[in-house]
């Protein structure tokens, strides 16, 4: 407390309106197998946030029949009574990333200024230059230099420029053709042309040579000049004479005065040991990124898709399920959105949700690629010194090292991605299993459900098979003993057989099961479910826990965790069409009693398809015999935990005493209002905290709770009486 020496009017302020936070009952965590999303325990990835049907296929893809389990399906199901579900995606080591090749290239470009010995060379690019036809001319007419770009697949027009020179800016020399030391960039002024067809100094300063670029790089953009001045008597137009590089290595050749010459890019090769490109590849890895046709038409997967764009820069649009899902504007440039830097090369400097990409050379091999520091330098700035192979035009492949480096325009479809899905039935309950991972402490499979931060209050693994299923749902229930935060729902495989046969399984007496399920943090549902799969259109057998799952949603709803999520009014099923296996009630009274804890699937005659039973697989009778009871003692046991944190630390006194008993009591008070418990008492006092419990530091607490038992059996006793029988009042 503060001490208030001189005289005056102080306010302080405590805050003693502790109460116990709201908690959602009715998260649910399904592990299993997809065809893209994130990982669990990769990148230390947790399990996924879904809150949609939508939000599910965007992110892991739709149900295929080349995964194992029936998670999607499972999720799907699941969300249709929940907006809250956690996904633990699984694969193993050979789960391989989609991928594709961009291929970079250089702009068509041309070479301005120069002299006549040496007309306009630039490294491996085509060029032009003009030779003086006579001053006369030039003294009276104008120079006009006409720019047309055409896009990669030389079928648009991207952009046409028109550029006139004064005649008084020329001093062209008869004898030797050569041009003004100003050089047309400085003639016409300004650097490249707002992001279009223009021109372009290189970096050594405005009276250098100048440059005409076009708008898309690859061997199918072009661009075409012609140049020429009107003759004396403004009469007749007269095209100059042009220079071109027919060669690929500088060996100049004069043609006669022609009106136009067509210059070509260049696309790097994308073969062996002289290729480069831009390598992506999907953020995760799976088959669902590869890009395709579905057979309803639709497009699935990712693809790349490099648009025109003006100057040094190209946009791209990264395409997902035939959406653009995306959008970056990136260069080869520093000092602006470098690619490698804008999209990201590795997970952790990433930028995009789908993908990451890097410079490639050889058998895509990733480099230290250096951006370059203006868009003039050649591609050796780029990626070092060697001998690089590209297209131009049609002319095949040329030994070319282009200057106006950009990533060539196409679309790029993402391919050879793999699921991860095991080939055996060993192997795929180790991976859905799972482990901590050494060295970066990520959790995979259902060891991801151990965490608190995710509030996990049902979990499963539907329909993993039948060689690996009592490994993985032994698995699955050991975890939720262990957090005694979950509840694990589990069932008999499809084709288990009779009532009987199920029975056995479910006592480890099975040809699939060895050992029984005994535990209140288990239920077994049974038998199988007949459903139409809206995202195919076919009818399949699910696995009856995720309806198990779906009804606790439902209840908490409608009702609250602490009901039973079974019967007619909380259990009836809507969209199954049928049951595995048609139960009497001598086959529901042997599931349910003698020791038996299978909760059974029942399709009555007029009334439909309804879970018709709520027992956990604990065998020794109890209150936790019962699902209502288990989910709302796990529910009791978050929220005192989440309200009592705040007093770890506090003096182990009365005061503190007071205030456990301040908080936990309204909530038990609460619970019995809406028809949970029956009674209860809170007691921390001296009783429960003696003097060698609070000289360890220990303050125990004991809350005493009579759970409202559910009416399963209900019976009706008819009595017949004789005429003078006294019944009273009705």
């Known amino acids: 407390m503060p001490n208030f020496v001189s005289p005056g009017v102080y306010v302080i302020e405590k805050d003693i309106s502790e109460y116990p936070p709201t908690l959602n009952s009715s998260v649910v965590g399904i592990v299993g197998f997809a065809s893209r999303g994130p990982i669990a325990g990769v990148q230390h990835e947790k399990a996924t946030l879904i809150?949609?049907?939508?939000?599910?296929?965007?992110?892991?893809g739709e149900p295929s029949e080349d995964l194992k389990g029936q998670a999607l399906e499972g999720a799907l199901e699941i969300l249709e009574a929940t907006n809250t579900l956690r996904f633990v995606r699984v694969a193993d080591s050979d789960a391989v990333e989609a991928s594709a090749v961009a291929s970079i290239g250089g702009c068509p470009a041309v070479h301005l200024s120069g002299t006549a010995t040496a007309p306009l060379?630039?490294?491996?690019?085509?060029?032009?230059?003009?030779?003086?036809?006579?001053?006369?001319?030039?003294?009276?007419?104008?120079?006009?230099?006409?720019?047309?770009?055409?896009?990669?697949?030389?079928?648009?027009?991207?952009?046409?420029?028109?550029?006139?020179?004064?005649?008084?800016?020329?001093?062209?020399?008869?004898?030797?053709?050569?041009?003004?030391?100003?050089?047309?960039?400085?003639?016409?002024?300004?650097?490249?042309?707002?992001?279009?067809?223009?021109?372009?100094?290189?970096?050594?300063?405005?009276?250098?040579?100048?440059?005409?670029?076009?708008?898309?790089?690859?061997?199918?953009?072009?661009?075409?000049?012609?140049?020429?001045?009107?003759?004396?008597?403004?009469?007749?137009?007269i095209p100059l004479k042009m220079f071109q590089d027919v060669t690929e290595t500088g060996d100049w050749a004069?043609?006669?005065a022609v009106a136009s010459v067509t210059t070509s890019g260049v696309s790097m090769v994308n073969n062996g040991a002289n290729g480069t490109a831009y390598f992506v590849e999907s953020l995760w890895a799976g088959a669902g990124y590869n890009a395709g046709t579905k057979s309803d038409g639709t497009t699935s997967g990712v693809s790349f898709e490099v648009k025109v764009n003006g100057g040094e820069s190209t946009m791209e649009d990264i395409n997902d399920l035939g959406v653009a899902a995306e959008n970056f504007k990136t260069t080869m440039?520093?000092?602006?959105?470098?690619?490698?830097?804008e999209i990201g090369t590795t997970y952790d400097d990433k930028t995009s949700d789908l993908l990451k990409g890097?410079?490639?050379?050889?058998?895509?091999?990733?480099?230290?690629?250096?951006?370059?520091?203006?868009?003039?330098?050649?591609?050796?700035?780029?990626?070092?010194?060697?001998t690089f192979n590209g297209e131009r035009g049609d002319a095949g492949e040329v030994t070319c090292n282009p200057r106006f480096v950009k990533l060539v325009q196409g679309t790029y479809n993402l391919a050879g991605g793999d699921n991860g899905v095991p080939g055996t039935d060993a192997l795929v309950a180790t991976a859905v299993i799972g482990e901590t991972v050494a060295g970066t402490g990520g959790k995979t499979g259902i060891e991801a459900l151990d965490d608190e931060v995710l509030n996990i209050s049902v979990a499963l693994a539907p329909g993993t098979g039948v060689g690996d299923l009592e490994a993985v749902q032994n698995g699955l229930v050991t975890k939720a003993e262990a957090t005694t935060n979950f509840l694990a729902l589990v069932s008999p495989p499809y084709g288990v057989g009779t009532t009987g046969d199920a029975i056995d399984w479910s006592n480890g007496f099975g040809t699939a099961r060895n050992t029984s399920l005994n535990s209140s943090y288990a239920a077994i549902y049974w038998p199988w479910l007949k459903v139409f799969q809206v995202y195919d259109g076919k009818d399949r057998w699910l696995a009856p826990e995720i309806y198990g799952a779906r009804q606790m949603a439902v209840t908490d709803n409608v009702s609250e965790t602490w009901f039973a999520p079974a019967g007619l009014v909380r259990g009836r099923l809507t969209k199954p069409t049928d049951v595995e296996v048609i139960l009497n009630q001598g086959?529901?009274?042997?599931?349910y009693?003698?020791?038996?804890?299978?909760?059974?699937?029942?399709?009555?005659?007029?009334?439909?398809?309804?879970?018709?039973?709520?027992?956990?697989?604990?065998?020794?009778?109890?209150?936790?015999?019962?699902?209502?009871?288990?989910?709302?003692?796990?529910?009791?046991?978050?929220?005192?935990?989440?309200?009592?944190?705040?007093?770890?630390?506090?003096?182990?006194?009365?005061?503190?005493?007071?205030r456990v008993e301040s908080l936990l009591n309204p909530m038990l008070d609460d619970i019995a209002n809406r028809r949970g418990i029956t009674e209860f008492k809170v007691v921390c006092d001296e009783t429960t905290n003696t003097p060698v419990r609070i000289d360890r530091n220990e303050m125990w607490c004991k809350v005493l709770i009579k759970p409202t038992k559910?009416?399963?059996?209900?019976?009706?006793?008819?009595?017949?009486?004789?005429?003078?029988?006294?019944?009273?009042?009705?």
């Open 593 to 658: 009693s003698g020791g038996n804890v299978i909760n059974p699937i029942v399709n009555f005659p007029q009334r439909g398809i309804a879970i018709f039973g709520q027992r956990t697989s604990q065998r020794s009778p109890s209150a936790l015999d019962r699902i209502n009871i288990r989910r709302m003692m796990i529910f009791i046991k978050k929220q005192i935990l989440a309200s009592t944190q705040r007093l770890v630390f506090e003096p182990n006194d009365r005061f503190t005493w007071n």
């Open 358 to 386: 890097y410079v490639v050379t050889g058998s895509w091999t990733d480099i230290a690629a250096t951006a370059l520091t203006s868009f003039e330098k050649k591609l050796s700035d780029l990626i070092g010194a060697g």
């Open 710 to 730: 559910t009416a399963e059996v209900v019976v009706f006793e008819l009595n017949l009486t004789n005429q003078s029988a006294q019944l009273g009042s009705t």
């Open 333 to 341: 440039t520093s000092g602006s959105a470098y690619v490698e830097t």
């Open 121 to 237: 060379l630039i490294d491996g690019l085509w060029g032009l230059g003009m030779s003086a036809i006579g001053s006369a001319d030039l003294a009276t007419s104008d120079v006009r230099i006409t720019v047309t770009a055409y896009d990669n697949a030389r079928t648009t027009i991207v952009d046409a420029k028109t550029y006139n020179i004064p005649k008084d800016t020329l001093s062209l020399s008869a004898s030797n053709g050569a041009t003004t030391t100003l050089g047309l960039q400085k003639i016409i002024g300004g650097a490249m042309d707002a992001d279009r067809v223009g021109v372009f100094a290189d970096a050594t300063g405005v009276n250098a040579s100048s440059f005409i670029v076009g708008l898309a790089a690859g061997s199918g953009a072009t661009v075409e000049i012609s140049a020429g001045v009107t003759a004396a008597g403004g009469t007749t137009y």
């Open 51 to 60: 809150t949609s049907q939508q939000d599910l296929v965007n992110t892991f």
């Open 254 to 256: 004069a043609t006669d």
């Open 587 to 591: 086959d529901r009274d042997s599931m």
